[in-house]
């Protein structure tokens, strides 16, 4: 995931579609964007793989794995959409566009049959989501850590969060969760091989 996120950052950041405060970074930086940053793309999908493999401890079917296949459908049809709508806003063109052809690519050829386990825990994960993203964004203070060119997304807040941060956040964790389901494939079938 890091090998999409942090190219796609240091460009957005190059373009100005988002930025850092100086104020609240401590100046090291690593291919133009803050070292802190950098270790949000480690840090950040280790504890949301966490949340999701808790859950499916504690709740091992998930009670979306009847309708999975409609809420993927529903959202690659609204993804589909504001990606055509906003073709000229780079931030909200690429985030919907990108997820919609994920999504697409998990109904149609992948098969996955762990979306409705994905969409529980992103659910869950919504709510210190929200927390540190609210944060990062000002929802605490008068000037924001992450800063956004609002030309470039949709415009709309959900408290202080560019509600384009919600599609962003889902396709990161989908990439993470796509990953580490395949390595548990991977890991069963040559479980199955040795016995």
């Known amino acids: 995931m890091s090998l999409i996120f942090i190219p796609w950052d240091v460009w957005f950041t190059s373009k100005s579609i988002w930025g850092f405060n100086e104020k609240y970074i401590t100046g090291f930086k690593i291919a133009n964007l803050p070292v802190e940053e950098v270790l949000f793309f480690m840090v950040v999908p280790f504890c949301c ?3 999701y493999e808790v859950l499916n401890y504690f709740v091992p079917v998930s009670p979306l794995s009847k309708i999975e296949n409609k809420l993927t459908a529903g959202l690659i049809f609204v993804c589909f959409v504001v990606s055509v709508v906003f073709v000229d806003r780079l931030y909200t063109f690429t985030t919907f566009s990108l ?14 049959d762990y979306m409705g ?13 929200t927390v540190v993203n609210g944060a990062l964004t000002g929802m605490f203070t008068n000037e924001p850590v992450v800063w956004y060119n609002d030309a470039e997304n949709l415009g709309v807040r959900v408290i202080t969060i560019p509600l384009d941060d919600f599609a962003y956040n889902m396709l990161m964790l989908l990439i993470v969760i796509t ?3 395949s390595f ?3 890991r069963m079938s040559g479980i199955l091989n040795v016995t």
Do not use: D
Not at 99 to 112: C, D, E, K, Q
């Open 49 to 51: 793989a966490f949340i």
């Open 99 to 112: 997820l919609a052809l994920f999504l697409i690519w998990h109904l149609l050829v992948n098969r996955s």
């Open 117 to 129: 386990k994905f969409y529980l825990a992103y659910i869950i994960i919504l709510i210190p989501f």
């Open 179 to 181: 990953v580490l389901e």
């Open 184 to 186: 548990k494939i991977r």
